[in-house]
C-alpha cells in the first residue's frame, strides 16, 4: 500500500514549521488545540495517533492523565521526543490501522489533521472503535474543502510530493464516519489555514 512514508520521514524536522507558517494558519492551529483541550479531562488516558513532530501533545498532556504519543514514521517520533513534554507523556511508533493496544484501553483518542491523508481512514477508524472504552470518544479535526481554490493550493503540495487520499468536504467527512459506526457529538469549522479544518468528536454507535 502507497502510504507515503517516505515523505513524512523526509520532512520531520521542517514539518512543525511547515504547518504553523502565517499568522492565519497558527491562529487555525490554535483553535484546533484548545477545542481539542476542551474536550478532555484530568481522568482521561489519552492516545495520540498520527501526531507528527508533536504538534498538540504538550497540550493534550496538559489536560490529560496520561497521553501515548504515536506515529507511523519513527522520524517523526523523533522530533516529537526533543520537545519538552510533560512526564506523562510516553511515545511509540505505531500504525493507525494496526494498533497494538488492547480492546478498550483509551478514554480517548486524538487524530488531527490525519485521516486525509491515509490510503485506509476506515480501517484505522475501525482501529480507534476498537481501543476506545465504553462511552470514549475520538477527537478528530481534519483538513476538509469547501470550495474550488483548495484544490489548486493541493496541487501545488502534492507537486511538492505531500499526497491526500480523501478530498471531503465538511459534510462528505461528516458522512464518512457516521458510515463507519461513529455518532458526532461535536462539530465546527475552522477557518483561517490554507484549509478548511473539521473539527469533530465523535462516539461509537450504540447498539439498539
Request: hydrophobic share 40%; glycine share 6%; charged share 25%.
Amino acid at each position: 500500500m502507497d502510504d507515503n512514508k517516505s515523505f513524512w520521514s523526509r520532512t520531520a524536522r521542517i514539518y512543525g514549521w511547515f504547518t504553523w507558517g502565517g499568522k492565519a494558519a497558527k491562529g487555525a492551529y490554535s483553535e484546533t488545540e484548545s477545542k481539542i483541550a476542551e474536550h478532555l479531562s484530568k481522568e482521561m488516558n489519552v492516545l495520540e495517533l498520527a501526531a507528527g513532530p508533536g504538534i498538540f501533545s504538550g497540550r493534550i498532556a496538559e489536560n490529560c492523565n496520561a497521553l501515548e504519543v504515536t506515529d507511523f514514521s519513527p522520524e517523526m517520533i523523533a522530533q516529537a521526543r526533543k520537545k519538552a513534554l510533560p512526564p506523562n507523556v510516553t511515545f511509540a511508533v505505531a500504525d493507525a490501522t494496526n494498533l497494538r493496544y488492547g480492546d478498550d484501553t483509551f478514554d480517548a483518542v486524538v487524530i488531527a489533521n490525519a485521516l486525509h491523508i491515509m490510503p485506509d481512514p476506515a480501517r484505522a477508524i475501525e482501529e480507534i472503535k476498537r481501543v476506545l472504552k465504553d462511552g470514549g470518544i475520538m477527537i478528530a479535526p481534519t483538513f476538509t474543502r469547501e470550495n474550488i481554490r483548495y484544490y489548486l493550493v493541493e496541487w501545488l503540495m502534492e507537486a511538492f510530493g505531500f499526497k491526500t487520499f480523501s478530498r471531503w468536504t465538511h459534510q462528505t467527512y461528516r458522512d464518512f464516519l457516521q458510515r463507519q459506526g461513529m455518532t458526532v457529538s461535536y462539530e465546527a469549522v475552522i477557518t483561517g489555514h490554507n484549509f478548511s479544518i473539521s473539527f469533530v468528536v465523535c462516539r461509537r454507535h450504540q447498539e439498539a
